[in-house]
């Protein structure tokens, strides 16, 4: 800006001159504005000095540091996920993070750091997920969030489908509702600021029944009122239907319906504007679903480092790469990943397994897709 000033100024400056020497010779008023121009120009020269020494327009600004970079320097990894859903989410007797969504940002942790510990888990409510990631305040977000594309505009980044899910709805047997068709009349409660929220109009409204929604903000308030009886049923993703119902007293006396309402693409999201941060969260979750197929475990991954198969071996770093570097990670970053929390079948049977901690979900559309499920991600080269 300050240089376009001193060549208009001197180009100005010249251009007077000539005009006033075509005219016949320079006159006193001429000789003055020389003396005036010159002036002009030493200002413009003193005040270009001085902007470029206090860091002004002419300095070069500063380069905004990589999400990588920032996660480095701060040494740890921040990541919302729930902690009130069984098997996806929950704390333990010892307020310990646990469950199928952590696993995830434990792993994108330990393919940075080299330890699935490097990692801060925050507790959202359901209804700030996106203002927090509009925000940049969260390095990732694994919190059973639905991939919508009004969503992907909006939030941030979505990552890879690792859990396809839909909702339906859960009600006491005594009722004597067999069908979500029958549910007019009826008071559903459902978390406020979620997909859940949205399905459940849409669907009462498709279908013309007169049900009322009880909306309470986080997922363990809505668990309690249906307790409580303060609604006759509860919505929400089948998953996390099927983690109430097994907490529950009696787990007997509550039927899930048999209609699945919606499409439930669960998925990790990343802010917005740092593509080789989105490339490396993917490339993590590549890994975990890649090893399944591989067969390579917490247990043998060691041991795979020099299998015959030249996919294994270039996905734990022993021979070739595929793109380790241009993520800004550690050849043998995998090796970190799958010791720190295993593959994505030992993450899920982990929780949702026949003997999981939590309690049984048969995987079907999240088996891998070898097995006839949805599962499925590129190849590592």
């Known amino acids: 800006m300050i240089e376009k000033i001193v060549r208009t100024a001197l180009l100005i400056g010249m251009a007077l001159v000539l005009a006033a020497c075509e005219l016949g010779g320079e006159s006193g008023d001429t000789a003055a504005l020389r003396e005036q121009l010159a002036s002009k120009d030493s200002q413009i020269a003193q005040l270009q000095a001085q902007v470029a020494a206090q860091g002004g327009q002419t300095a070069a600004a500063p380069q905004e540091r990589s999400r990588l970079e920032k996660v480095r320097a701060r040494g ?100 004597g509702i067999d069908s979500a068709l029958k549910l007019g009349g009826t008071t559903v409660c459902v978390t406020s600021g979620t997909t859940t929220e949205l399905n459940l109009a849409d669907f009462l409204r498709q279908h013309n029944l007169q049900a009322e929604a009880v909306v309470f903000e986080d997922s363990a308030t809505v668990d309690s009122a249906y307790v409580q009886g303060r609604c006759d049923a509860i919505t929400s993703d089948k998953s996390a239907l099927a983690a109430t119902r097994s907490g529950l007293e009696n787990p007997e006396d509550h039927i899930i319906l048999p209609e699945t309402i919606s499409k439930e693409p669960l998925t990790p999201v990343v802010p917005h504007g740092d593509d080789q ?105």
């Open 76 to 175: 740890r990894l921040t990541c919302a996920a729930p902690n009130d859903v069984p098997g996806l989410g929950y704390l333990d007797s010892e307020g310990r993070n646990l469950g199928f969504d952590v696993d995830l940002c434990r792993a994108v942790a330990a393919a940075i750091f080299g330890n699935g510990e490097a990692v801060e888990i925050i507790s959202l409510a359901w209804s700030e997920r996106g203002s927090a990631l509009q925000a940049g305040d969260l390095d990732l977000m694994s919190m059973t969030t639905t991939w919508t594309t009004t969503r992907d505009s909006q939030w941030g980044n979505f990552t890879v489908i690792t859990f396809y899910d839909g909702q339906g709805f859960m009600i006491p047997k005594d009722k």
């Open 277 to 381: 941060w989105l490339d490396l969260v993917k490339t993590v979750l590549y890994v975990l679903i890649n090893a399944e197929e591989f067969g390579v475990t917490m247990a043998n991954v060691e041991q795979m480092k020099n299998h015959e198969n030249i996919q294994i071996r270039r996905m734990l770093g022993t021979e070739g790469e595929f793109g380790q570097a241009d993520l800004g990670l550690s050849p043998t970053f995998a090796v970190d990943v799958l010791k720190a929390v295993g593959n994505y079948g030992e993450i899920y049977d982990r929780y949702l397994g026949p003997e999981g901690m939590s309690f049984t979900l048969p995987r079907h559309a999240n088996e891998l897709w070898t097995n006839g499920g949805l599962i499925y991600a590129p190849p590592l080269r």
